[in-house]
C-alpha cells in the first residue's frame, strides 16, 4: 500500500453491527438510511457488507442472543435532517429513544433511535431543525 493508500488515521474505518434478524435489518437500514448490502458469500448470507454511494462501510452479521439485549457496536451516524430520520426509522419499525438535543458549544445536536431489534443508534447532525412555516 502506498503513503496516499493508507486508511486514516484515528477515526472509524469499519463497523459491523451484530442484528438477530439480517433480512430485517437490511429492509430497516435500507429504508432509513438509503443503505444497500453485499454478500461475502456463504450459503446463508449471515454476513452482509453495507454499501453507501458505492462505498463498502461497514457490515451486518446474524448475531446469537435476544432482540432487545443483542451484543452491539455504538455508532453514531450523521445525518441531514434528524426529524426525517425519526420519521422514517419509526415507519420502519424503530423508535426515537432520545429526542434532538443541542451538543453545546455551537457542536450540532444528537439524538437515539432504536431499530426493530432495540439496537441502540446513536445520530449526530450539524443542521439546526427545518422550521415550517
Do not use: H, K
Amino acid at each position: 500500500m502506498t503513503e496516499t493508500q493508507q486508511e486514516p488515521l484515528n477515526t472509524v474505518t469499519w463497523w459491523e453491527l451484530p442484528v438477530t434478524d439480517v433480512t430485517a435489518a437490511q429492509r430497516f437500514y435500507g429504508e432509513v438510511f438509503g443503505w444497500t448490502f453485499t454478500s461475502f458469500g456463504g450459503d446463508d448470507d449471515a454476513y452482509l457488507g453495507v454499501v453507501r454511494d458505492g462505498e463498502l462501510i461497514g457490515g451486518i452479521y446474524r448475531a446469537e442472543g435476544a432482540a432487545g439485549d443483542p451484543p452491539g457496536v455504538r455508532t453514531y451516524i450523521n445525518v441531514a435532517d434528524l426529524e426525517a430520520v425519526f420519521a422514517a426509522a419509526e415507519a420502519a419499525g424503530g423508535s426515537v429513544r432520545a429526542p434532538r438535543t443541542e451538543i453545546g458549544g455551537d457542536m450540532g445536536w444528537w439524538a437515539e433511535l432504536s431499530d426493530p431489534d432495540g439496537r441502540w443508534i446513536g445520530l449526530c447532525t450539524s443542521n439546526p431543525p427545518a422550521t415550517t412555516g
